[in-house]
C-alpha cells in the first residue's frame, strides 16, 4: 500500500510539473524573447539569456521612449474603462443581487419570479457580442458616445453587470438576515442596512466580482477596436495592431505584452483565491 | 462545503398562495404595526430600486439593441454616408428587404464560417472538458504545493486574449519556435528527420491549432470548475468503494461521473458558449486563413460591418450566431438532462 | 545598423537645420495636438516617430501617432469620419482610398502655396497629378511613390555558373525574367537547388511572394494580373469602361491566379502566411532567388544588419504576360515586341491627407508638408526600413545619393532604372481607386485566399469575386462608379 501510494504521489507531482511548464514556459518565452536582438529571434529558438544569447535591453527602453507616450495612452484608457466599468458592475450588481436575495419578485408580464429573473439577468453574459455590433455602431454614433471613456464602460457594464448579479445573489443568499434584521428594529432603512453592515461583509462577493469585471474588461477586445478610435482606446487594440507590419518583432511584441499583461497577472496571483471562490460560487449549483 | 443557511428560499418552489407583492422576506425579528406600514411603503420602493437601475441598464443595452438589430437585418442599410441608388423607403435612405436572408442561403463564406465556429466549439469543449477532468482529479488530492500549482494554472485565463493569439503564432511558426525545435529534436534523437506538421499553413491543421490555442488559456478554467465539484465528494464515497474493492474505473463511473455530472454540464455549456464567440486569438494568429479554414461567424459579421459597412446583413449573419447559440443550448441541455436521468 | 542610424541622426540633423532656417522657431502651434493615424510599425510609421520631435521642437505643437494593423486601417479611418468622430486630423493612407475618402470631400484641399513649396513639379507625373487629386483639386501630398518591382539574385541568375544547364533545360538563356513563364522556369529551376548565398551553401527557394489572407499580399497577385489582363492603349484594367464590368474573371486574371497557386510549388511552403513584411525580410536574408515587393526591398537589400546579399540583387520591371486577354476582342494577343510588361503602380503610394474636420486644420497642414518635404522624403528613401520609395524626379536622378547610402553604382543605376522605367511606362495600370476600393479588395482577397489553399479552383474564386464586385457597385450606384473609374484613369471614351 505504501508504494502504491508513492507511486500515485509522483504520477501527480509529474502531472503537475508538466502542466505548470506548460502553462509557465510562455510567458518565460515572452520574456526572454523581450531581450533577444532580432537576429538572435530569426536564428532561434533560443532559451537561456547569458547562455544562448546576449541579452540587449533596447526593445525596452525602445518602448519606454519613443512608444512611450503611445503606450501610456492605451495603458491609461484601459485602466480608466476597466475600473468605471468594475465600479458600475459592482454597485449595479449587488444592488440587484441583493434584491433578488431579499425581495420576491414577480413580473406579470413574463410571469417570472425571482428565479426566472435571475436566469434571465445571468443568460445576459452569454449573448454574443456579434449580434451587438451592427446596433452598438449606430447607437453609439447616433449618442456621439464613439471614442469616449463612457460609452466603452457602458458597453462592457452589459457583460459585467449579469456576473456581478449572480455573484452577488449567491453571495447574499449565504449571509444570515438577523444582522439587517436587528439593525432595522433598531431604526435603520433598508438602504443603510444594505450599506453599513451587509456590504461590508460581502467583502469576499465584492472583490472576486469586481477581479473578473476587471480581467473582463482589461482584456476585451472586438468592442475597444469598434467603438474607439483615439481618445479611449485600450491595450488589447494596440497588441492586435502589431499583427500584420510587425508580426515578425517578436522581441517588441513580447515586451509589450507583458506591459499589458501584467497589472492583471499581478491581480491574479495576489488574489487568486477570490477568482477561485468566484468561479466556483453558482456555478457549483448548477 | 458548509451547509449555509438560506433565509429565504431560492429553490423554485414558492409559496402558490402569493398575491401581494410588497411582500418582504419572513423577518425573523418582532413586527410592530407602525414598522410595518413604513416598511411596507420604503420596502416597496426600495424593493424595486434595488432592481430595476441593472433590469433597466440591461433591456436598454440588450433586449432594445437586439430587436432593433433583428429590425435592420431586414433592411439594407450601410454605414452612414454610403452612396446609394434611389431615396429608399420614405426618403429614409434604405429599403425594406429579405436580401440579406436570401443571401445567407448562398453566401458560401458564410457556410464555412459557421463550419469554422462549431467545429472550434465541439472540438474545443471536448478537448477542455477531458483534460480538464483529468488535471482536476490530480489537483484533488492532496500534495504540498497544490495552491500554488491553482495560482499557476490561473495565469493563462487572466491573459488577454489577443496576447494568448500572438503567443500562439509564436509557437506554432514553423522555423523558430519551441515546438518547431522539439520536433527537430526528438525525432533526431531517433536518428530521424524532423517532423514538420503546417501547424497554420494548412487549412485543415489550422482549425485544430486555434482549438489547441483556445485550449491552452482555457482549460484552467474548467480545471477550477470540476475541481471545485471533485471536492464536494464526501470521501467516506471512496472509503466505502475502496472497502469494496472497486477499481479505480468502476470509482470513476460510479461515484464520479454522476455526481460532478451537474456541474460538467454548467461548466460545458458556459465553455461552449463562450467558444461560440471567438475572435480574438483568429484575428492575430491566422487573420481568418489560411484560405477562409479559421474564420468564425463574429469575425464574419465584424468584417461585414465594419469593413464593407454593410450592416444590414451583418446583422443578418449576426441573428445566425444567434440562433446556433440557441439551438446549441436547447439541445446540450436536452441531452444533459438525459444522461442526467440514465445515470441517476 | 549601426551605419544606417548614424546617417539617419546626420539626415536629421542637417533636416532639422535647413527647416529649421526656414521655419520661424516660434511656437506657433502652441499647445496643440496633432493627431496622426497610419499602419502600425517602422514602415511609414517610423519615419513619423523619428522626426516629429523635430516638428514639435520648433512649433511647440505636439505630435500623437496613432496606428492601426494595416487590416483595419481603413476602417478605423472611414469610421473617424463618417460617425463625426473626427478622432484624426493628419491621415497617412494608400493612395488607393481616395475615391472614399476625396470623394465625399472628407479631406482639406492642399492650398496653392503649399504644393508650392514642396517642388510640386519635382514629383513623377502620376503622383502629382493623379494620384494625389481628385477631379481638379489636390487633397494630398506625396510621400512615398509606389509600384511593384522585380528582385532577383543577379548572382545567380547572371552569373556563369547555371547559365548552359538552364538554357539546355528551357531552351533560352538565363537571364532577368521578362515574362511571367521565365520566371516561374527561373523559379522551378532553383527551387530547393543548393547555392552559394554569401559564402555559404545552403538550400534556397524559388520564388517568395506574399500570400498571407488580410494582408497586402493581393497585391502581388494582381501584378501578375496585370501582365495577362492589361490591354495596351485601354486604361481601364479592373472593370470595363462601357459598363463597369469587372474584369476580374476574364481569362487572363484567371490564368494569373493559377499561376500565382502554382508558384507556390516552387516557393518557401510558408508563404501561405508571409506578408510582404515577412518576405521582404527573408529576401535579404537570402531565402529564395526570386521575390516581387514594393520598392522597400531595394533599401533593405543594402542594409548590413538585415541583408546578406548586399551588390547580389538584380532590380526590373515586372514581368509581362507572354499574351494578354484583350477582353474587348474576346481573344489572347501575342504582342509583336516581346512580352506584354504592365508595370503595376500598386497601392498608389502613401500619400498625407489633413482631415476637413480637424480642428487643428493649420497645424496639421504644417505638419503634413514638413513630412512631404523634398529633402525628408529624400532622405527617407534611401534608408531602409522607412517604407518610403521614390516619388520624385530628384530622388530618382541624384545617383550619388544612392550610392552614399550604401548601393554599389551599378546596382544604384539598376535599381532606380527599374523604377523609373515603371512609374513611367505607357503600360503602366493604375490601382483601383474609386469608392469602395477597400471592400472590392478585400472581396479579392478572401477568395484568392481561398483559392490558393486549393478550397476552391481559380475560376470559381474570381466568378465569385466578380459577382461580390457587381454587388458592390449596385450597391454605391453602378452609374455613379462607372463615372469614378473612368476619371480615375482618364478614360477618353474611345
Known amino acids: 500500500m505504501h508504494g502504491r501510494k508513492m507511486w500515485r504521489l509522483a504520477l501527480v507531482y509529474l502531472f503537475v510539473i508538466f502542466w505548470s511548464f506548460i502553462v509557465l514556459f510562455p510567458f518565460f518565452w515572452l520574456i526572454t524573447t523581450s531581450f533577444k536582438t532580432p537576429i538572435a529571434v530569426a536564428r532561434g529558438p533560443l532559451y537561456l539569456p547569458f547562455i544562448d544569447f546576449a541579452p540587449t535591453g533596447e526593445h525596452w527602453e525602445y518602448l519606454f521612449t519613443s512608444q512611450r507616450d503611445t503606450v501610456l495612452r492605451h495603458f491609461r484608457n484601459s485602466l480608466i474603462v476597466a475600473l468605471g466599468s468594475t465600479l458600475l458592475a459592482v454597485v449595479l450588481g449587488a444592488m440587484a443581487g441583493y434584491g433578488l436575495s431579499r425581495f420576491r419578485y414577480h413580473w406579470r408580464l413574463t410571469g417570472w419570479r425571482n428565479d426566472g429573473i435571475a436566469f434571465w439577468i445571468i443568460s445576459n453574459r452569454f449573448l454574443p457580442p456579434a449580434a451587438f455590433v451592427v446596433p452598438f455602431l449606430i447607437l453609439y454614433t447616433t449618442a456621439g458616445l464613439i471614442d469616449t471613456h463612457i460609452g466603452l464602460i457602458i458597453a462592457y457594464t452589459m457583460f459585467n453587470v449579469p456576473f456581478a448579479v449572480w455573484i452577488m445573489r449567491d453571495f447574499f443568499n449565504g449571509l444570515p438576515i438577523d444582522l439587517e434584521e436587528s439593525a432595522r428594529v433598531d431604526g435603520a432603512t433598508r438602504w443603510q442596512a444594505f450599506t453599513r453592515i451587509v456590504l461590508p461583509l460581502s467583502t469576499p462577493g465584492i472583490v472576486a466580482v469586481s477581479i473578473f469585471s476587471f480581467i473582463f474588461s482589461w482584456n476585451e477586445f472586438l468592442y475597444a477596436l469598434m467603438l474607439t478610435n483615439y481618445d479611449a482606446i485600450t491595450l488589447p487594440v494596440l497588441i492586435a495592431g502589431q499583427n500584420t507590419n510587425r508580426g515578425i518583432e517578436w522581441w517588441f511584441i513580447s515586451a509589450l505584452t507583458l506591459v499589458a499583461v501584467m497589472p492583471v497577472v499581478l491581480i491574479g496571483l495576489f488574489l487568486e483565491r477570490f477568482i477561485t471562490r468566484g468561479l466556483m460560487a453558482g456555478a457549483v449549483k448548477g | 462545503m458548509a451547509a449555509r443557511i438560506v433565509p429565504y428560499t431560492t429553490e423554485s418552489s414558492q409559496p402558490k398562495r402569493e398575491v401581494n407583492v410588497d411582500q418582504t422576506a419572513a423577518p425573523s425579528g418582532p413586527v410592530g404595526p407602525t414598522r410595518q406600514r413604513r416598511g411596507s411603503l420604503e420596502d416597496r420602493i426600495m424593493k424595486q430600486a434595488f432592481l430595476l437601475p441593472a433590469v433597466i441598464l440591461l433591456i436598454a443595452l440588450v433586449i432594445f439593441p437586439l430587436l432593433w438589430s433583428l429590425g435592420i437585418s431586414f433592411t439594407d442599410i450601410q454605414r452612414g454616408g454610403a452612396a446609394r441608388a434611389g431615396p429608399g423607403l420614405l426618403g429614409l435612405g434604405f429599403d425594406l428587404t429579405g436580401g440579406n436572408y436570401a443571401r445567407l442561403l448562398r453566401d458560401q463564406r458564410l457556410h464555412i464560417a459557421t463550419f469554422n465556429t462549431v467545429f472550434f466549439v465541439f472540438v474545443g469543449v471536448t478537448i477542455q472538458y477531458a483534460l480538464g477532468l483529468f488535471l482536476a482529479m490530480v489537483l484533488d488530492q492532496p500534495f504540498k504545493g497544490r495552491n500554488v500549482a491553482r495560482v499557476i494554472f490561473l495565469l493563462p485565463m487572466m491573459t488577454t486574449p489577443v496576447a494568448v493569439g500572438y503567443l500562439g503564432r509564436m509557437f506554432f511558426d514553423p522555423a523558430r519556435s519551441p515546438i518547431a525545435d522539439l520536433l527537430r529534436r526528438v525525432p533526431a534523437m531517433f536518428g530521424a528527420g524532423p517532423i514538420a506538421v503546417p501547424w497554420l499553413t494548412n487549412p485543415d491543421y489550422a482549425r485544430w491549432t486555434i482549438v489547441l490555442i483556445e485550449s491552452w488559456q482555457w482549460t484552467p478554467f474548467m480545471t477550477l470548475l470540476l475541481l471545485a465539484g471533485l471536492q464536494t465528494i464526501p470521501s467516506q464515497l471512496y472509503e466505502a468503494a475502496r472497502v469494496d474493492g472497486a477499481t479505480a474505473l468502476q470509482v470513476f463511473r460510479s461515484i464520479i461521473f454522476p455526481l460532478l455530472l451537474p456541474i460538467s454540464v454548467t461548466a460545458i455549456l458556459i465553455r461552449g458558449l463562450e467558444i461560440f464567440k471567438i475572435i480574438d486569438i483568429i484575428v492575430v494568429s491566422t487573420g481568418g486563413g489560411p484560405g477562409s479554414s479559421t474564420e468564425s461567424l463574429t469575425m464574419y459579421v465584424f468584417r461585414t460591418a465594419l469593413t464593407f459597412g454593410n450592416y444590414g446583413y451583418a446583422a443578418a449573419i449576426a441573428f445566425v450566431l444567434l440562433v446556433l447559440i440557441v439551438v446549441f443550448t436547447t439541445i446540450f441541455l436536452t441531452v444533459a438532462r438525459m444522461i442526467t436521468l440514465r445515470v441517476n | ?494
Open chain 3, 1 to 494: 545598423m549601426k551605419r544606417r542610424f548614424s546617417i539617419f541622426v546626420l539626415g536629421a540633423i542637417l533636416l532639422g537645420g535647413l527647416l529649421s532656417s526656414g521655419l520661424a522657431q516660434d511656437g506657433r502651434f502652441d499647445g496643440q495636438t496633432v493627431v496622426v493615424v497610419t499602419q502600425t510599425g517602422r514602415s511609414i510609421g517610423g519615419p513619423v516617430e523619428d522626426f516629429a520631435p523635430d516638428w514639435e521642437a520648433e512649433t511647440g505643437g505636439e505630435v500623437q501617432l496613432q496606428q492601426f494593423a494595416f487590416g483595419e486601417l481603413f476602417e478605423k479611418i472611414i469610421s473617424s469620419f463618417e460617425t463625426g468622430a473626427a478622432s484624426y486630423d493628419v491621415l497617412i493612407f494608400p493612395a488607393d482610398w481616395a475615391g472614399d475618402f476625396m470623394g465625399p470631400g472628407h479631406l482639406e484641399p492642399i492650398p496653392a502655396e503649399l504644393q508650392e513649396q514642396l517642388e510640386w513639379d519635382d514629383v513623377v507625373g502620376l503622383y502629382g497629378e493623379r494620384l494625389t487629386a481628385w477631379g481638379d483639386t489636390v487633397y494630398a501630398l506625396p510621400y512615398d511613390g509606389d509600384s511593384h518591382m522585380l528582385y532577383y539574385r543577379k548572382d545567380l541568375v547572371d552569373g556563369p555558373e547555371y547559365g548552359a544547364e538552364f538554357e539546355a533545360e528551357y531552351g533560352y538563356p538565363l537571364t532577368e525574367p521578362q515574362s511571367w513563364s521565365q520566371y516561374r522556369d527561373i523559379a522551378e529551376f532553383f527551387h530547393g537547388r543548393t547555392v552559394e548565398t554569401a559564402g555559404q551553401e545552403a538550400s534556397i527557394y524559388g520564388a517568395l511572394e506574399a500570400q498571407r489572407r488580410n494582408a497586402q499580399s493581393y497585391w502581388v497577385y494582381l501584378s501578375r494580373a496585370a501582365g495577362y489582363g492589361k490591354v495596351p492603349g485601354n486604361p481601364c484594367f479592373f472593370f470595363s469602361c462601357e459598363d463597369m464590368t469587372p474584369q476580374v474573371n476574364n481569362p487572363g486574371w484567371v490564368r494569373a491566379l493559377e499561376e500565382y497557386i502554382e508558384i507556390r510549388d516552387f516557393g518557401d511552403p510558408n508563404m501561405i502566411n508571409y506578408d510582404v513584411s515577412d518576405t521582404r525580410s527573408y529576401f535579404p536574408a537570402g531565402q529564395s532567388v526570386l521575390n516581387i515587393d514594393w520598392g522597400d526591398v531595394g533599401t533593405i537589400s543594402i542594409d548590413e544588419a538585415a541583408s546578406i546579399v548586399a551588390g547580389d540583387v538584380g532590380f526590373g520591371v515586372l514581368p509581362g504576360g507572354d499574351e494578354y486577354w484583350d477582353y474587348e476582342a474576346g481573344e489572347w494577343v501575342t504582342p509583336m515586341d516581346g512580352p506584354n510588361h504592365a508595370p503595376f503602380i500598386a497601392f498608389g503610394g502613401w500619400i498625407i491627407g489633413v482631415a476637413a474636420d480637424s480642428d487643428v486644420t493649420e497645424a496639421a497642414l504644417d505638419f503634413a508638408a514638413f513630412m512631404a518635404a523634398p529633402e525628408m522624403v529624400k532622405q527617407l528613401a534611401v534608408t531602409g526600413g522607412t517604407g518610403i520609395n521614390p516619388s520624385r524626379f530628384s530622388q530618382l536622378e541624384e545617383v550619388d545619393m544612392w550610392v552614399e547610402a550604401g548601393f554599389d553604382r551599378e546596382s544604384a543605376v539598376d535599381y532606380l532604372d527599374a523604377i523609373l522605367n515603371t512609374i513611367n511606362h505607357p503600360n503602366a495600370v493604375l490601382d483601383l481607386r474609386i469608392r469602395g476600393s477597400a471592400e472590392y479588395f478585400q472581396a479579392l482577397d478572401a477568395e484568392v485566399s481561398r483559392a490558393l489553399v486549393g478550397e476552391i479552383d481559380a475560376q470559381t474564386a474570381l466568378d465569385n469575386v466578380a459577382e461580390l464586385w457587381d454587388g458592390i457597385t449596385e450597391r454605391f450606384g453602378r452609374e455613379d462608379q462607372l463615372d469614378q473609374y473612368r476619371n480615375a484613369v482618364g478614360w477618353t471614351g474611345m
